[in-house]
């Protein structure tokens, strides 16, 4: 039986599919891998030795790489996941040799508003519940790792109070001399908790721990993770966990996790979340799950290693950036594709009629904060917000198009979407020279995707003049004013005090030259006020901090606020979600 998503909701959707799943020892034959290179996690779920795959294949060629980002989104974002795979869906069915990878979602979202990323409707990965929650144990491990660095500076921290010198030299140590006001990392917990953003430990006696202020992330803000997206082998992995500063000591040097003698035991946290997930689509295919770092922050990301393996099993593979253009396009172009070595063919720009208008602003849309319902008047027939909230889409087709990427833009379809919105949404993009495919993948699957399936293919033919926005060899200030100019649309960039003194310390260390350019801002506007919609002009992008992590090598500067620690809503998808007790099914995801 196969569910109508505009009456069933995905749980149920999900459910009907796995009666009909492919073990991963099936899927792992379709892709050509040997029965020792999947590592199953029960009938359905595998991870796949990576390392044994790369050497088997190393001289085999490359398929075909196709990138989805997304016009700038509304709060509840515009459908890149569900286009992702719905694509995968259409090249499947179009019998083409097809990947996916998609990033692991975050136990935040998934119980929070936004949900958990495995898609939508007929266009979603299963199985859904293992997906969402938690799915080989990667993101445990992550928090894991990165919570015992910390667990080693607090101990640390109390021993060399508690102690002197001579002492400390019985258990082989000697005095860090910690800084307990330039502690750098915070703890990380999977949840959306606003309560945890500041705290206090270490509250007690002598013998009760180190008492200073602290905070927690979300999983996926951590360094660690973004580690594990941008590593491309174990001993990679291991050489940038020791690098990540844990804090300053009281002369200002740098404490890594190398210094703390943790790094060797949190690789070992890792050592198999280095390997990536296989799971599939309600139809069939193979997706692949790995990483799942900030967009905002870090890549944005499925992993590099996911990525390359893909590419040595498949003729086509399909990557997905967070967020929109601006960002996860940006870090995928400049960032991502020189870790991998790879030429890309394809951009798919995901946009939404809805999306488009809450662009729509300076014609009367009425503005969607985050945390609200989406207003209803988004969902009724208005050309003229769609129009002038259409110049968003044709800021991103423009940004793709200096890549010297294909970039192919695809009309996600909502039910309440109009004929006569849709002409219009094509005339515009096509006016643009992009070539534009309605996608109906939510709501058919695979069948829905074949008029966006055979728009990538024959954009995969093209040829490609790919090329950089910049040279790794341009100091960090040209970089992000060519950034901030050419991909934000900004007239210029302005830096704090305090920035502009780092940016010259960051330019002035060689150490640093090779370190990634990762923009930090928020992805709710082009620019750093995620009130502003549009595609505007006249702005200029400020730069308040450039931070560094110095295990991921990336720096990072930072225009407007930033948290990276969300907060749960009002209204929760965790009041939904339930387990049958007599089944043992999840059942209330989407």
């Not at 085999?60 to 459908?79: N, Q």
């Not at 991909?487 to 260390?509: H, I, M, P, S």
């Amino acid at each position: 039986m196969t569910l109508d998503p505009t009456k069933h909701p995905d749980w149920e959707i999900a459910l009907d599919a796995e009666s009909r799943m492919k073990t991963c020892l099936q899927l792992g034959d379709e892709l050509g891998l040997l029965r020792e290179e999947v590592l199953p996690h029960g009938h359905y779920v595998a991870k796949v030795d990576y390392l044994a795959v790369m050497n088997r294949l190393r001289d085999a060629p490359d398929g075909k790489m196709i990138e989805v980002t997304g016009i700038t989104p509304t709060p509840l974002g515009e459908g890149k996941s569900t286009t992702t795979i719905g694509l995968l869906q259409g090249i499947g069915k179009r019998k083409r040799r097809v990947t996916a990878c998609i990033r692991q979602p975050s136990g935040g979202p998934t119980m929070n508003i936004k949900g958990s990323a495995a898609g939508g409707g007929l266009s979603q990965v299963i199985p859904l519940a293992e997906f969402s929650l938690g799915l080989t144990g990667d993101v445990n491990a992550v928090m894991n790792a990165h919570n015992l660095a910390m667990t080693a500076l607090t101990a640390r921290l109390q021993h060399e109070r508690n102690y002197d010198d001579a002492r400390l030299a019985k258990s082989n140590l000697r005095r860090l001399d910690i800084d307990p006001t330039r502690v750098e990392l915070g703890w990380v917990i999977d949840f959306c908790v606003q309560a945890l953003r500041n705290i206090v430990i270490g509250m007690g006696g002598r013998m009760d721990g180190y008492m200073m202020q602290s905070r927690f992330q979300i999983a996926s803000s951590s360094e660690v993770m973004a580690i594990l997206a941008v590593s491309q082998s174990l001993a990679d992995l291991r050489k940038r966990l020791g690098d990540i500063i844990v804090a300053y000591d009281k002369k200002d040097r740098p404490i890594t996790c190398e210094d703390l003698e943790v790094a060797g035991a949190m690789t070992a946290w890792l050592r198999s979340a280095i390997n990536p997930n296989l799971i599939q689509t309600i139809e069939g295919q193979p997706c692949f799950v790995h990483a799942g770092p900030f967009a905002n922050i870090a890549i944005g990301q499925s992993s590099v290693i996911g990525d390359q393996v893909c590419l040595k099993l498949a003729d086509y593979h399909i990557t997905e950036s967070g967020f929109g253009a601006d960002i996860g396009f940006e870090k995928f172009w400049n960032v991502k594709c020189r870790y991998l070595g790879k030429t890309p063919h394809v951009s798919v720009i995901t946009t939404t009629i809805r999306g488009l208008k809450h662009h729509g602003t300076a014609a009367g849309a009425p503005p969607c904060p985050p945390g609200r319902p989406i207003p209803k008047a988004y969902f009724e027939e208005n050309l003229a917000w769609l129009e002038a909230g259409a110049a968003n889409l044709l800021h991103h087709i423009r940004t793709v198009r200096k890549s010297g990427m294909h970039p192919v833009v695809a009309i996600n379809v909502f039910p309440t979407d109009t004929e006569a919105e849709i002409r219009l949404l094509k005339r515009i993009a096509e006016g643009a020279g992009a070539r534009v495919a309605v996608a109906n993948h939510w709501r058919y699957g695979g069948d829905g995707a074949l008029e966006l399936a055979d728009a990538v293919l024959d954009a995969c033919d093209q040829p490609v003049r790919f090329r950089y926005l910049y040279e790794m060899d341009m100091p960090l200030g040209e970089r992000i004013e060519r950034i901030a100019r050419e991909v934000y649309g900004a007239d210029g960039v302005e830096y704090t005090r305090e920035a502009e003194a780092k940016l010259r310390q960051f330019e002035g260390n060689e150490k640093y030259a090779d370190f990634a350019t990762m923009m930090v801002k928020t992805h709710l506007s082009l620019t750093h006020d995620p009130t502003v919609k549009g595609a505007p002009k006249g702005w200029t992008l400020p730069i308040r901090d450039i931070l560094v992590y110095n295990g991921a090598r990336f720096l990072c500067p930072m225009a407007g606020e930033i948290s990276l620690m969300p907060g749960t809503g009002s209204d929760p998808a965790f009041r939904r979600i339930d387990v049958d007790v007599q089944t043992g099914r999840v059942k209330g995801l989407f």
